[in-house]
């Protein structure tokens, strides 16, 4: 079965710095699909980046970016400068296999990120 | 505008009552999901359909109904069977995977935050 871990529950940084965001992924497939979303305090999450498992090549998207590790099961994400917009709950998730029924996503618990100014 | 609409935001509802909540996508998405979400916690599903008139359970079902008549809509009922219905509900939609390869993002409304009084 598919599970998706965010071991960090928590995260406090000052603006401007730097900051990564874990998340560690099981899965016996060997095609599936991880995702990034952000929930900001709003409560809709907002889609980010989608990253299939044959597409190790780490992606940048202005100060975020995901570093893919098969290797160490890990999808991670880092932002760069960060701000206090940035503030919200992150979550990974994964899907499984190429011919998922229902698109069904298995999501972490996700990680909260305070930035403070 | 192409998205989600979820109604109300905010329901209060008394022990022993039903009550919907409304989801509607001009997406043209065929798949549909309702997540439930407590204080803290990641997503659970409720219950998907993957097509018009057709619906399966995910993990928490029970003390749950939907209804897919239509293509934009899924409406959730929160029965008096549910236990513990205060939390915070999530409607998304997605590309159904089974049509296409892969696995697709989900797109999520602005959710309905349910309180039992």
């Known amino acids: 079965a598919q599970k998706v871990t965010q071991a960090q529950t928590e995260i406090s940084v000052v603006e401007k710095e730097d900051v990564t965001l874990d998340c560690v992924y099981e899965?016996?497939?060997?095609?599936?699909?991880l995702f990034w979303y952000k929930q900001p305090p709003s409560g809709e999450l907002v889609f980010l980046i989608r990253?299939?498992?044959?597409?190790?090549q780490n992606e940048i998207s202005g100060r975020y970016s995901w570093n893919f590790q098969k290797s160490t099961s890990s999808f991670n994400f880092t932002i760069t400068a960060s701000q206090v917009v940035d503030s919200a709950v992150y979550f990974c998730?994964?899907?499984?296999?190429?011919?998922?029924?229902?698109?069904?996503?298995?999501f972490g618990g996700g990680t909260r990120l305070m930035v403070k100014p | 505008d192409g998205g989600i609409t979820q109604s109300p935001k905010y329901l209060f509802r008394k022990e022993g009552q039903n009550v919907t909540l409304s989801c509607e996508q001009n997406?043209?998405?065929?798949?549909m999901y309702w997540y439930r979400q407590d204080p803290g916690q990641g997503l659970r599903l409720i219950y998907y359909?993957?097509?018009?008139?057709?619906?399966q359970k995910g993990d928490i079902a029970e003390g749950y109904s939907v209804s897919r008549e239509k293509k934009e809509s899924f409406p959730l009922t929160v029965t008096s069977a549910q236990k513990n219905p205060t939390a915070f509900y999530l409607c998304?939609?997605?590309?159904?995977?089974?049509?296409?390869?892969?696995?697709?993002?989900?797109?999520f409304g602005p959710g309905t935050r349910l309180t039992v009084l």
């Open positions: 998304a939609s997605s590309i159904d995977a089974p049509r296409t390869s892969g696995a697709w993002e989900q797109f």
């Open positions: 899965t016996r497939d060997t095609t599936y699909y």
């Open positions: 990253r299939n498992s044959f597409d190790e």
């Open positions: 998730a994964l899907s499984e296999g190429y011919n998922n029924a229902g698109n069904m996503l298995t």
């Open positions: 997406l043209n998405h065929d798949a």
């Open positions: 359909s993957q097509i018009v008139n057709d619906f």
